[in-house]
């Protein structure tokens, strides 16, 4: 019987788990045993008795003889090294590994001889959408995004007709209209502001006027940047020059600019600069859901808000943390989704020929593929 390891997560802030009762049940009607650490869904309002009643076992945290045993460990993010350590080898880790550069995950991996399945890299075809992590966790951040910057503004969002006056509308400026920022820009709709959307890619103009707003062309220049696999591709300074330019009169007049602009495996551009700061008004908001990977807003520091001449610059990194239920609920069918097929009279076998298995697979029993190598090793190219 195939074994799944569910644990609590190690990491800083995270509030997520990687199995709901929901998907708990599905798995084991499948034919396997799921193995839950004690409380690994507390924070996201599921209690132990939620899962105990459908099957499933609870252990105590890192408990070295169930990681020992286990076939398989779901999780959100990458557990800590020592954690690693504990697995038998030749186990399969399932989640959001960051794998970028990651030599801490590599060493691992080549230590206990495990296999690897990293979300972020699912290729982006039509087939994936289900088990596309990256999309349901962004749509969380897009629309928790303008709910704080709806609390933190000094005005109102919708236009207000009252005995004293009317109140103009915001006026929002979402920075990249990938799966993050169309939602920024439907949940900004809602609550009633004007809204403008930027993007390198000239093809996301229909959906960003379906939803109600402007969209702001991008430069005419030779390097004009678009996207390859789903991703938007790194742009080169010159086009984030021309970029820059253009958009510096509209945030200039903006109450809010939310940035979702980010490019797989590289430093985030950056699209307000310094001069551009300094034009925003003061009590309008930033919001920077690129901090962590460096950052579409000078100055933004993760998980922190700076005050700039009066610009609140809100480092919004991890949204989905923020909103635990419905982030761990949509993350665990991506995890469902991505392995049900694979899995026969309660036995997972890891199909290698699948282009989603394939493009997302960094290691098979510690032998890392050779279209991974140079990505997850420091230094290498991506």
């Known amino acids: 019987m195939y074994r799944f390891l569910i644990p609590i997560e190690s990491a800083a802030g995270e509030t997520r788990v990687a199995a709901t009762p929901e998907t708990v049940k599905k798995f084991i009607s499948l034919g396997c ?13 599921f209690k132990d008795e939620d899962y105990l009643t459908l099957g499933a076992e609870i252990t105590s945290q890192g408990d070295a003889s169930t990681w020992s045993n286990s076939d398989c460990l779901l999780c959100v993010q ?7 350590a504990k697995l038998k080898p030749e186990s399969l880790i399932v989640g959001l590994l960051a794998p970028y550069e990651n030599s801490s995950l590599k060493n691992s991996i080549k230590s206990r001889d495990l296999s690897a399945i990293a979300l972020e890299l699912l290729p982006r075809i039509s087939r994936a959408q289900s088990a596309d992590a990256l ?7 897009g629309y928790k ?4 910057a709806a609390a933190s503004l000094d005005r109102y969002f919708p236009m207000l007709m009252t005995a004293a006056g009317t109140v103009q509308p915001a006026r929002v400026v979402v920075l990249g209209a990938g799966v993050a920022g169309l939602q920024a820009v439907a949940t900004a709709k809602r609550l009633g502001a004007v809204v403008y959307v930027s993007d390198i890619r000239p093809a996301v103009k229909e959906q960003v006027e ?3 707003a402007k969209f702001i062309e991008p430069p005419e220049i030779e390097s004009k940047s678009s996207e390859i696999g789903g991703y938007a591709k790194e742009s080169s300074e010159q086009f984030l020059t021309a970029q820059r330019e253009k958009l510096s009169q509209h945030l200039s007049e903006a109450d809010v600019a939310i940035c979702t602009a980010q490019v797989p495996g590289k430093k985030a551009p950056r699209l307000i600069d310094e001069e551009i700061l300094d034009r925003m008004r003061p009590g309008s908001v930033v919001i920077d859901l690129a901090v962590a990977q460096g950052g579409n807003c000078a ?9 700039r001449k009066g610009v609140k610059l809100i480092g919004a990194s991890n949204l989905p943390c923020t909103i635990p239920n419905h982030a761990s609920a949509l993350y665990a069918r991506n995890l469902l989704a991505l392995l049900e097929p694979m899995i026969d009279e309660g036995h997972l076998k890891l199909n290698v020929d699948d282009e989603l298995i394939n493009g997302s697979l960094i290691s098979q029993k510690g032998s890392i593929s050779a279209r991974h190598e140079n990505l997850i090793s420091p230094g290498g190219e991506n």
């Open 135 to 141: 999309s349901s966790q962004a749509n969380i951040a």
């Open 33 to 45: 045993k799921v193995t839950i650490e004690k409380d690994a869904g507390l924070l996201a309002g």
């Open 299 to 307: 100055n933004t520091m993760q998980g922190q808000t700076v005050q």
């Open 210 to 212: 379906s939803l109600g």
């Open 145 to 148: 995004s303008v709910l704080i």
């Open 78 to 84: 990458t557990p800590k090294t020592e954690l690693l």
